[in-house]
């Protein structure tokens, strides 16, 4: 198994603080890739970095190549795609509308302005995203009439349309409750083992236990620990650090938990 994105030394400073510091992590193909930590860790820093949108220091390789130097934009063309912890959508278009203008190279100015003007823009990426993410038949509906859970499976679908190698999820399950995020959970491990790649970050300890093959933790920009995730949350540097003097009683009730939703010790729902 190969890595599909691999960082070296990806480092962020803002002034004197250093949000990153020296971050190794990979995502191997046809996998799940968890990265937790408390607040203010440096989880979502970490894919502002890979993914452009904040300077730092180190080496980001996507398939082998260097994306150390390239503008967002670039990236995303080269197959990192990510979301983003509110899911903002353009609530005056349609949900395949949505995903269209995520799939095409076209800027999104010019992609709207076509589907204003009535052109045709279907796509089979996008009708592709739809059917992954079981969101076929809110293709033709505005995201204003969707529920919560379903915008963020859209905001999914949409980091799908473009056929990326990786795709990064900042806290896709915020704001969710617990049927929703068990079955936004079930999506997306439907995603990647139809062989999209994938790092996911959310405070739901239950969702990342229990649907991912790999868990890396922060605390102040900085691994502590990383590996399968039994193994993780029974780590004694994790336990003291990210679940407190209660960590061994917490970490049992959410193994448990992911036990009893039906998933085995490397993320993969058993039959």
Request: hydrophobic share 40%.
């Given at each position: 198994m190969s890595a599909v994105l691999s960082t070296q030394g990806v480092s962020v400073r803002f002034g004197g603080?250093?949000?990153?510091?020296?971050?190794?992590?990979q995502v191997q193909e046809g996998q799940l890739v968890g990265?937790?930590?408390?607040?203010?860790?440096?989880?979502?820093?970490?894919?502002?970095?890979?993914?452009?949108?904040?300077?730092?220091?180190?080496?980001?390789?996507?398939?082998?190549?260097?994306?150390?130097?390239?503008?967002p934009d670039e990236r995303a063309h080269r197959g990192l795609t990510r979301t983003w912890q509110a899911a903002e959508l353009f609530d005056d278009l349609t949900v395949r509308e949505n995903l269209t203008v995520a799939a095409r190279r076209a800027s999104w100015r010019d992609t709207v302005r076509d589907i204003f003007r009535g052109a045709s823009l279907r796509d089979e990426r996008v009708d592709a995203a739809l059917a992954l993410l079981q969101l076929d038949e809110y293709a033709e509906v505005l995201p204003s009439e969707l529920t919560q859970g379903q915008r963020k499976l859209v905001g999914v679908a949409r980091a799908l349309a473009a056929q990326p190698h990786v795709?990064?999820?900042?806290?896709?399950?915020?704001?969710?409750d617990t049927a929703e995020s068990e079955e936004l959970g079930r999506h997306l491990r439907t995603v990647v083992d139809g062989g999209t790649a994938m790092l996911l970050i959310d405070h739901d300890m239950g969702l990342v236990l229990s649907i991912c093959d790999h868990v890396v933790v922060l605390e102040f920009g900085k691994v502590i620990a990383q590996g399968p995730p039994d193994a993780v949350t029974r780590d004694p540097n994790v336990i003291e650090a990210y679940l407190g003097g209660a960590g061994a009683e917490v970490a049992d009730e959410v193994q448990a938990a992911a036990a009893e939703a039906g998933y085995g010790e490397t993320g993969t729902e058993q039959p």
């Open positions: 603080v250093h949000a990153l510091s020296d971050v190794d992590l990265l937790i930590g408390p607040n203010g860790a440096g989880k979502t820093t970490y894919i502002d970095a890979i993914t452009g949108f904040v300077p730092s220091t180190g080496r980001v390789e996507l398939e082998g190549t260097d994306l150390t130097h390239m503008p795709v990064c999820l900042d806290e896709p399950a915020a704001g969710l």
